[in-house]
């Protein structure tokens, strides 16, 4: 059960970012009438107690922290969709090579050397900053027999316009020498999820694993992890 004090400090959280979101909109807005350069993405890592924020929301994070550092969450019953249910919502439509290279600034993260080389691949999208028919990321969904569903994203941020965000006391694993952050859930009807996020100077990456065998979360997130490492970045 969530509390009244958790579902107030999600709705403080919530209004924060929006503002956030507004405030860079603006920015972005104000830089476009005045015919000035709009500034590329960036990467900021904060603590918590150095963020704008309202101490609703710093509570928030904090509390969010110490349950991610505790191992996997315990989520209520359908919080966590099922492998199928995911595979029936996601169109099958996978782009050409040739597409990718010619919409991306980058040619997309090697898979070879990763787990990924036996899954079987669903879907591939667009991600990050749109313009025009051009991308600066992309997502590639995989099913991956006997494990789950696993998607990948990947974005050349600074080519975009947008702010990444990171807390200091999230960063809670290393891909190589980069700081990540790995987070587990298991739901109640027995099914879990996995993800994994790090940034680069090039790129920010996301894995996330769901899987109807919440009981073997773990090894999912060790899953990804190996997937991070053997990347062709």
């Known amino acids: 059960m969530v509390s009244a004090q958790e579902r107030s400090n999600v709705d403080a959280v919530g209004q924060w970012l ?3 979101t507004n405030e860079a909109v603006a920015r972005q807005q104000e830089a476009l009438l005045q015919d ?10 904060k603590s918590i ?21 505790a191992g996997a969450k315990t989520m209520a019953t359908g919080t966590i969709p099922s492998v199928a249910a995911l595979i029936a919502q996601t169109p099958v439509r996978v782009l ?16 070879d050397e990763t787990p990924l080389r036996a899954a079987r691949l669903v879907n591939t999208d667009w991600s990050g900053t749109r ?16 494990i789950g569903f696993i998607e990948f994203s990947e974005d050349s941020y600074r080519l975009g316009a947008g702010r990444i965000l990171q ?12 700081p990540a952050m790995s987070h587990m859930e298991r739901s109640v009807d027995g099914r879990g999820m996995a993800s994994l996020s790090w940034v680069t100077p090039e790129k920010s990456f996301q894995l996330r694993l769901v899987t109807d065998d919440g009981a073997s979360v773990e090894k999912g997130a060790e899953l990804l992890m190996q997937i991070a490492e053997g990347l062709d970045k």
């Open 18 to 20: 929006r503002q956030l």
């Open 36 to 45: 000035a350069p709009i500034a590329e993405g960036d990467y900021v890592v």
């Open 49 to 69: 107690a150095d963020l704008d924020a309202p101490p609703t929301v710093k509570t928030h994070f904090q509390n969010e922290v110490i349950a991610q550092h």
């Open 96 to 111: 050409s090579d040739d597409v990718l290279r010619e919409r991306l600034p980058v040619p997309p993260a090697g898979i």
């Open 131 to 146: 313009n025009g028919v051009n991308a600066t990321g992309l997502s590639r969904i995989f099913l991956l027999e006997g």
């Open 167 to 178: 807390l200091k006391e999230a960063l809670n694993a290393t891909v190589g020498n980069t």
